[in-house]
Structure formats: C-alpha cells, structure tokens
C-alpha cells in the first residue's frame, strides 16, 4: 500500500535524535518508515521503471533503473 508524501519531502532522525528534513524534486510515495522515523523508504513510477529513495539520517540514496546516487 502506497501513501502519498505531503509535498516533496520526508524527515527521519539522526542517531542523536536530531530531526533531519529531506526535500527533492518530484513527488515520491511513502512506501514505510520506522516507528522511531529512523529511516524512510519512497517510491515513485518513472519512464524507465521504478525509482526509490531511501532516506537514513543525513543520508539520502537514490535508485533509478539508470542512475545510483547517495548524498
């Protein structure tokens, strides 16, 4: 079941509880998150496949069916 992220963006905590907000680009569903909001996971349909987000602490790892990014 998908639930739809409010605008372009999700927060999660870092290890010392600090609130981190991520933002992109284009609309991402929610797919799951910790109860602790620890970490997320998004998915969005691209025109090559599936594109997901995971979203731990200050990180943020994009999957693309064409492109592998981590910021």
């Not at 010392?16 to 109860?35: G, I, K, M, R």
């Not at 349909?45 to 910021?71: C, F, H, Q, R, W």
Request: net charge negative; glycine share 4%.
């Amino acid at each position: 079941m998908f639930w739809s992220c409010i605008a372009n963006g999700e927060s999660v905590l870092t290890p010392d509880n600090s609130t981190v907000q991520h933002t992109f680009n284009s609309s991402y569903d929610l797919l799951t998150t910790t109860f602790d909001r620890k970490f997320a996971v998004l998915a969005k349909k691209t025109p090559d496949g599936m594109a997901v987000k995971v979203l731990i602490g200050n990180l943020s790892l994009e999957i693309t069916p064409t492109n592998t990014e981590l910021n």
